[in-house]
């Protein structure tokens, strides 16, 4: 029950926190934590209905020995030592007022630190309590509630309100809060969420949306006239693929998101707020905004609504529970690969007790984290600690084959159709094995499929990038992209592939570090027909892959381009920059073949560098595995900057490009920096950047003038490229977490530099990026 109690009967044990809420690894039992006023954790879960407004209060049953026969949360208990927080509040609701509800009811709105002493001292309670909401249509009739006697002798709906001004007044009917500190939070998360007009809201959707320049890709701008019929048929079948890796993708950003999706979806015409509501969430796929460092603009208010007749006791007249599919307004950073509520030293104590094949599958790409105690709270299989009834660890390994089957075997179907009508050896080859690489989980032969592509219809499908795990990096999204190749240039790339070992060789970094077997990077410069999966919000102009360092060590990587988006970029966004923020003495500098040609230096990057590495302890490791959560953003930073030192490298060294790039390239540059931390700082590619400006600029490479434009110094700018490059790259080859995070938490900050271009770009409403829409594939499909 709540979390100034005792019981006599087999007293709990509770996990002792610090005072900062970090477990300490020591539990105890709850008299001692209350008696000696240990740290710990609970629960507080509110059920508010939406209708009437009105939270549900329980009264406390008058033989508590805390605040006996007075009102309180709907429910509250203790966290045991080794339980989860959202299990914990599951069971509470469930013992104490008869309610059975899955995770997706539960939105976690804050943690409320609780200090007081109470019964003369004897009593000392220094709690942190995770708050939970649980948002209904209606109130639950009383009739369909069991209460759990010792705990609670009634239960009673009032207006949210109300019970504010009560407890502001120090009612002696209620458990007492302080309304006018941190627990004032829960009726300000209410207040705001009901009360805001829907004209501001409709405008602040309006402008949200205008951040995009909206882009056709249509069959003029790429060529469908080089594909056989039977090639064009089997496009269709893969783009009907590539829709499922949405599918996929909408559930592994957060459990609730599809039914959010549909919600949004089904109820797009009945107004033209709803109607932005929908069209801003196809851009974010999620309630998070992924300019606004993943701001929400949508909050569980405007989620789906769901019924579970069976949620409480069945009565006549009553058709069920009906509750609002939550999400949290702050973005998980675990996404849905792990327990919501999973921390790190949970996490990595578990991994611990692994075998090395078992800790590999735990940090792999290919794997969901899951909890048995979720698994079995609704079918009433309560477990205790972090064992379940087999006398394992609480947390266990799902792959990704197991987790999303049921799409995963109509998209492998799809694949297997396609591969037998296509013409190319090395497209069949690609679509039937990777067809076979979703349903065995291993994509090991799949992706050395995808490398070897040479077919006029380019593909990529499958789970690759990492971005959507900042909690740790480990986990890979759905992603697809089908394009036609340009083969004009194709060819023209070919050199910087070519030259990896070289450009290897040359690192501005210590020898020891530099490998000597680096394979020569195959590049592909493509048309995009089609995407879908983890493409959302910024929009990539190309990627180096697969990221699987079992193939980057034995078999290098593969880049694609994407011309046509590239080409949009810049025409839209790139060029209205540089008129806005570049000096005028060098802005035509700034072209999109440098853009275009620095982008592939920038993927070429990627396969060069630290990748496996050997730790001081003579471990062998990598570097993702070692920088886990920072590992993203350093990556795109060492992409990028290296990526400019390669460029200076082989126009000065070898001369095999135009000396006349050089300075429209660090132009080019600075411009593109201001185009990339616009996506927000929350996002790997934009911290990267603002890491690279910010220590140019304390350089003196890019000078501010009083015009408040920028520009380039020439005789600083390759001198401070190279330190960059060496200060990152060395970071990687250590696998030095702690430099990292202090390298990008001084680096990567909005300083007044950037504000004011990007204040600059905000008043001449430049767009931030493109919104592409399919119209070729929708009238083929059509």
């Known amino acids: 029950m709540q979390a100034m109690e005792e019981t006599a009967v087999q007293e709990e044990h509770l996990d002792v926190l610090s005072q900062d809420g970090q477990k300490t690894g020591v539990s105890k039992p709850r008299g001692a934590v209350h008696r000696d006023g240990d740290y710990h954790r609970a629960v507080h879960v509110w059920i508010f209905a939406e209708r009437t407004q009105q939270l549900l209060l329980q009264r406390r049953a008058d033989c508590k020995d805390s605040w006996p026969g007075k009102w309180d949360i709907s429910s509250a208990g203790h966290i045991s030592a080794g339980d989860s927080s959202l299990v914990t509040a599951q069971r509470e609701l469930q013992e104490e007022l008869g309610i059975s509800l899955p995770k997706d009811a539960f939105e976690p709105i804050f943690v409320f630190l609780q200090e007081c002493v109470i019964n003369d001292g004897k009593f000392i309670n220094n709690e942190y309590n995770d708050v939970y909401l649980v948002t209904t249509l209606d109130p639950i009739p009383s009739e369909a509630f069991t209460l759990q006697e010792t705990e609670v002798s009634a239960v009673n709906y009032i207006f949210f309100k109300e019970y504010k001004s009560l407890l502001a007044k120090s009612d002696p009917d209620y458990v007492p809060y302080d309304v006018s500190g941190q627990y004032g939070l829960l009726f300000d998360i209410i207040m705001k969420r009901y009360t805001k007009n829907s004209m501001e809201r409709h405008l602040a959707l309006q402008k949200q949306l205008g951040r995009y320049a909206p882009v056709s890709l249509t069959a003029e701008v790429f060529n469908l006239t080089g594909l056989s019929d039977a090639e064009k048929e089997a496009l269709v079948l893969l783009v009907k693929a590539a829709r499922i890796m949405d599918n996929i993708f909408y559930l592994q950003v957060w459990y609730s998101n599809p039914a959010l999706r549909d919600w949004l979806k089904k109820h797009a015409d009945v107004s033209e707020l709803d109607k932005l509501k929908w069209m801003y969430y196809l851009i974010n796929k999620s309630p998070w905004s992924c300019l606004d460092e993943n701001e929400p603009f949508l909050t569980t208010a405007d989620s789906a609504v769901k019924l579970l007749p069976e949620a409480a006791k069945q009565i006549t007249g009553w058709k069920g529970l009906e509750y609002k599919a939550a999400f949290p307004m702050k973005k998980p950073p675990g996404a849905n690969f792990y327990p919501p509520d999973m921390d790190k030293m949970e996490f990595n104590k578990w991994k611990g007790s692994l075998t090395d094949d078992q800790q590999r599958d735990a ?420």
């Open 363 to 782: 940090t792999g790409y290919f794997n969901v984290i899951k909890r048995h105690s979720q698994e079995n709270i609704l079918s009433h299989h309560l477990i205790d600690g972090l064992t379940d009834s087999t006398g394992s660890h609480d947390l266990y390994i799902v792959p990704f084959s197991q987790e999303y089957n049921s799409f995963l075997v109509k998209a492998a179907e799809l694949l297997h159709k396609a591969g037998d009508l296509a013409s190319s050896p090395s497209l069949k080859r690609l679509l039937h094995s990777k067809a076979k690489s979703f349903l065995s989980n291993d994509y090991y032969e799949s992706d050395i499929a995808w490398m070897e592509l040479d077919s006029k219809l380019d593909v990529t499908i499958g789970p690759y990038e990492t971005y959507e795990d900042s909690l740790f990096g480990y986990k890979a999204t759905f992603e697809a992209f089908i394009g036609i190749r340009d083969d004009v240039a194709t060819a023209q790339v070919k050199l910087f592939g070519d030259n990896l070992q070289l450009l290897e060789k040359n690192l501005p970094m210590e020898s020891v570090y530099k490998s000597e077997d680096i394979v020569a990077a195959p590049i592909r410069v493509v048309n995009l027909v089609y995407a879908a999966g983890d493409v959302k919000g910024p929009q990539t102009v190309a990627f180096n892959l697969p990221n699987d360092e079992r193939i980057v060590k034995d078999r290098g990587t593969c880049m694609v381009m994407l011309k046509n988006i590239s080409e949009a970029k810049f025409r839209h966004i790139l060029g209205p920059i540089a008129n806005a923020c570049i000096n005028k003495e060098q802005r035509e500098l700034v072209d999109f073949d440098s853009f275009f040609t620095h982008t592939i230096c920038h993927e070429c990057c990627h396969g060069i560098g630290p990748h496996t590495i050997t730790l001081p302890n003579g471990q062998k490791s990598t570097v993702r595995l070692e920088l886990q959560e920072l590992h993203s953003a350093l990556e795109e930073a060492k992409a990028d900057i290296v990526g400019l030192w390669a460029l200076k490298f082989l126009i000065s060294q070898q001369d095999f490009l135009s000396r006349d790039l050089v300075e429209s390239m660090y132009v080019s540059f600075l411009a593109g920096c201001f185009r990339s931390i616009r996506f927000g700082l929350e996002e790997a590619h934009g911290k990267g950047q603002a890491l690279q400006f910010n220590w140019l600029f304390e350089k003196g490479a890019f000078i501010w003038h009083p015009d408040d434009t920028f520009s380039v110094d020439f005789a600083k700018v390759e001198e401070a490229v190279e330190s960059l490059s060496r200060e990152i790259l060395t970071i990687q080859a250590k696998g030095d977490k702690e430099a990292a995070r202090l390298l990008l938490e001084k680096y990567c900050t909005m300083t007044q530099p950037l504000k004011v271009a990007l204040q600059t770009l905000e008043n001449i409403q430049v767009p931030v990026d493109i919104v592409p829409s399919y119209t070729a594939v929708n009238e083929m499909l059509d």
